[in-house]
């Protein structure tokens, strides 16, 4: 079965750091590309950011660009989401995500299979 | 970036009806389109991937249809457990952009 379980959530000030952390098991961590998707309190859901399966290649929203990184251990099957430079607006639950998707006529079919609970971030002083 | 404009915002519905979901692309994509369910509280679920290919585990009474710029959601005699909001997604293209959402209630 597949699990993935976030955590490192919490109340930061604005301007301070976060790292969250997603524990997957039940299938092969190191074949699957994977993401993290936040939502805001009674709001829609955001795309965060997103690593290939080897972490050599990562794409993030242009709103988290040179503040959040995201990264992976496939050796512990944990994936990772640096968060610096915090902001109210990134107040959210984020969560882990595995890629699912495939290539077809040359056009690409991405989305999100497994999703775990999430974790609770917020941004206050 | 590809805007999805999802509508309505909300619906009201009884067991027993059928209700449709659209999304609106604001360029093609190719049939790139993701269903996804959420209910309070939990995270969201993989109903429908590819516009029209119902994910493993999913009950046939969903279905989806679409292409270029428009997408619909079909939920066929509605059980007490489809009550839940609803998003479209951007499969095609970074950034993965979603719909606002569709709150699907119980009339």
């Known amino acids: 079965e597949v699990q993935l379980v976030e955590s490192g959530g919490g109340l930061v000030q604005p301007g301070r750091s976060l790292k969250l952390s997603c524990a997957a098991s039940?299938?092969?961590?190191?074949?699957?590309?994977m993401a993290w998707v936040r939502q805001a309190p009674k709001k829609g859901l955001e795309w965060v950011a997103t690593i290939s399966y080897d972490g050599s290649s990562t794409y993030y929203r242009d709103s988290v660009k040179g503040r959040f990184t995201i990264s992976r251990d496939n050796a512990k099957s944990t994936l990772y989401l640096q968060m610096d430079s915090l902001r109210s607006e990134d107040t959210a639950t984020y969560y882990c995500?595995?890629?699912?998707?495939?290539?077809?006529?040359?056009?690409?079919?991405?989305?999100?299979?497994?999703w775990g609970p999430g974790t609770m971030v917020t941004v206050s002083s | 970036d590809i805007q999805m404009t999802q509508s309505p915002t909300s619906l009201a519905a009884s067991v027993g009806e059928s209700v449709t979901i659209t999304c609106l692309a604001s360029e093609d994509i190719y049939g790139s389109l993701v269903w996804y369910q959420q209910k309070p509280g939990k995270s969201p679920q993989l109903l429908i991937y590819g516009a029209t290919i119902l994910e493993d585990g999913i009950p046939s009474r969903f279905s989806g249809s679409g292409s270029d710029t428009q997408y619909s959601l079909k939920i066929n005699s509605l059980q007490p457990e489809d009550f839940a909001s609803y998003y479209c997604?951007?499969?095609?293209?970074?950034?993965?952009?979603f719909g606002a959402g569709t709150k699907l209630e119980l009339k």
């Open positions: 995500a595995r890629h699912g998707g495939y290539y077809y006529d040359g056009y690409s079919y991405w989305y999100f299979d497994f």
């Open positions: 997604q951007n499969g095609l293209s970074t950034p993965y952009t």
């Open positions: 039940g299938f092969t961590f190191s074949d699957y590309n």
